[in-house]
């Protein structure tokens, strides 16, 4: 891949995290929540665009988020750390599993230490919530672009 197309998936990637995830921001932030946009953290296994560019998306909707600056800085760093994970997965079905640990992880502390929350529950909640975009939705996304992969990632 050039990198003229590089970017142009980065970004494109980057737009389509940040404008979902904005979206829907009752169900983005919080402590029970479903980040549809956490489906695309499956992209990585296309094509490593999709790292950074599902980094730049989750600082930008971060920005949006009540946890402010910490969650911009903890949560896309979750994110990028996910995504890398997921790149590096050997099989399709362990592709998703990345971000269903390391955001429950991450984040779960983030919400605990923000909020005072119980940190093993908050733990659990995130990575339900991640669960539910990045094997319900993600997954059958994988299974889909993987019919377009040369036509889409080329």
Same mark, same amino acid.
Request: with cysteine; hydrophobic share 55%; proline share 7%.
């Given at each position: @891949?050039?990198? $003229? %197309?590089?970017?142009?998936? /980065?970004?494109?990637?980057?737009? #389509?995290?940040?404008?979902?995830?904005?979206? &829907?921001?009752? !169900?983005?932030?919080?402590? #029970?929540?479903?980040?549809?946009?956490?489906?695309? +953290?499956? *992209?990585?296994?296309?094509?490593?665009?999709?790292?950074?560019?599902?980094?730049?998306?989750?600082?930008?909707?971060? &920005? &949006?988020?009540?946890?402010?600056?910490?969650? #911009?800085?903890f949560? $896309?760093?979750? +994110? !990028?750390?996910? /995504?890398?994970? $997921?790149? %590096? @997965?050997?099989?399709?079905? *362990?592709?998703p599993?990345?971000?269903?640990?390391?955001?429950?992880?991450?984040?779960?502390? !983030? *919400?605990?230490?923000?909020?005072?929350?119980p940190?093993?529950? +908050?733990?659990?909640? #995130? /990575?339900?919530?991640? =669960?539910?975009?990045?094997? &319900?939705?993600?997954?059958?996304?994988? =299974?889909? !672009?993987?019919?377009?992969?040369? %036509?889409?990632? %080329?």
């Amino acid at each position: @891949m050039n990198k $003229s %197309k590089y970017l142009v998936h /980065a970004a494109s990637i980057a737009a #389509v995290y940040a404008v979902l995830t904005i979206a &829907f921001a009752p !169900l983005s932030y919080g402590q #029970v929540q479903v980040r549809f946009a956490e489906a695309l +953290t499956i *992209l990585p296994f296309f094509t490593p665009a999709a790292i950074p560019g599902l980094f730049v998306g989750c600082i930008a909707a971060n &920005f &949006f988020s009540p946890g402010g600056i910490l969650d #911009v800085v903890f949560g $896309s760093a979750a +994110t !990028l750390i996910a /995504a890398y994970l $997921s790149y %590096k @997965m050997p099989s399709r079905w *362990l592709v998703p599993l990345p971000p269903v640990i390391v955001n429950g992880i991450i984040i779960g502390y !983030l *919400l605990h230490y923000l909020y005072q929350l119980p940190l093993l529950i +908050t733990i659990g909640w #995130v /990575a339900l919530g991640e =669960l539910i975009s990045c094997y &319900f939705i993600g997954y059958p996304l994988i =299974l889909i !672009l993987e019919r377009y992969r040369d %036509k889409i990632f %080329k």
